[in-house]
């Protein structure tokens, strides 16, 4: 499994995003400060740029991006919109969205060793996709681990309004589907569409 280990300070100056984005408040990068200036970028540039920082984000590999917009423009609605949704429902990202880890990296690792529970079972791939209704939990044995016990007291991290967290039973719910809106960082969608329908 190809996992990316790319500098997550010097890539979030790259595509002009908070580290706070990636999970990571105090990440700062500041060498090099003036090497971001660069001449007039082209369209397609503009395109690639936000290709790559949506990818980045998510934690997500071109081969599976691709897939993303593929299902997405073969669903009704509009592409853009329903390629971040698919994104935002990924396993991973949900975990991290309620709190029970610091970042997307670590929700992926956190999921891959078999701590999370869907509906009760246990779901050891990182692009699931939850449904609305389903119930995201820690597994009993792994609600001991002291990175867990500790979310019992309370996060200070705030829960989207699609998702709900019960703290004191470590257990998430998805209640709606997640929508444009609920996107925490500034994306032009519709350019990721026009690259990929060039």
């Known amino acids: 499994m190809a996992v990316n280990k790319q500098p997550i300070a010097r890539k979030c100056r790259a595509f002009d995003i908070s580290p706070a984005v990636m999970g990571y408040a105090n990440k700062k990068s500041v060498r090099n400060p003036g090497g971001g200036r660069r001449k007039k970028v082209s369209e397609y540039g503009l395109q690639l740029k936000e290709k ?23 669903m009704k609605g509009v592409t853009g919109e329903t390629m971040m949704t698919l994104l935002e429902l990924r396993l991973d990202n949900v975990v991290y969205r309620l709190g029970l880890a610091k970042s997307r990296r670590m929700a992926r690792q956190i999921v891959n060793h078999g701590h999370i529970l869907v ?6 791939i990182p692009s699931y996709s939850v449904k609305v209704g389903d119930e995201i939990t820690i597994r009993s044995k792994s ?56």
């Open 52 to 74: 790559q920082k949506v990818k980045f984000i998510y934690g997500v590999l071109e081969k599976q991006f691709r897939r993303y917009y593929e299902k997405a423009a073969n």
């Open 119 to 124: 509906n009760g079972k246990k779901v050891n």
């Open 143 to 198: 609600s001991e681990l002291e990175m867990f016990k500790a979310l019992r007291e309370g996060t200070s991290v705030v829960t989207p309004k699609w998702l709900t967290f019960d703290a004191a039973n470590l257990k998430g719910t998805v209640n709606v589907l997640p929508t444009r809106e609920d996107i925490d960082f500034e994306l032009q969608e519709n350019m990721i569409v026009e690259y990929y329908s060039r």
